[in-house]
């Protein structure tokens, strides 16, 4: 189910960018603890982010690939 916060809801498996950092390439988050999301980036490893502070844009890894 979505949240009722209005923002979108970060899972497992899901893909990201982090609009600060495109130079980190895209990423999988790997958790979701409250509003700390470990995700791990293509370019930059494993990051912690802080989701009240970044708002990761979701990707379409589909679209993504190549």
Not at 1 to 6: I, N, P, T, W
């Given at each position: 189910?979505?949240?009722?916060?209005?923002g979108s809801v970060l899972e497992p498996?899901?893909?990201?960018?982090?609009?600060?950092?495109?130079?980190?390439?895209?990423g999988q988050v790997q958790s979701v603890?409250?509003?700390?999301?470990?995700?791990?980036f293509e370019h930059a490893g494993k990051?912690?982010?802080?989701?009240?502070?970044?708002?990761?844009?979701?990707?379409?890894?589909?679209?993504?690939?190549?």
């Open positions: 189910m979505a949240s009722s916060s209005g498996g899901a893909w990201v960018r982090h609009p600060g950092q495109p130079d980190w390439g895209v603890v409250g509003g700390r999301v470990t995700v791990n990051i912690l982010v802080n989701a009240a502070v970044v708002a990761l844009e979701p990707v379409d890894r589909r679209a993504a690939r190549g």
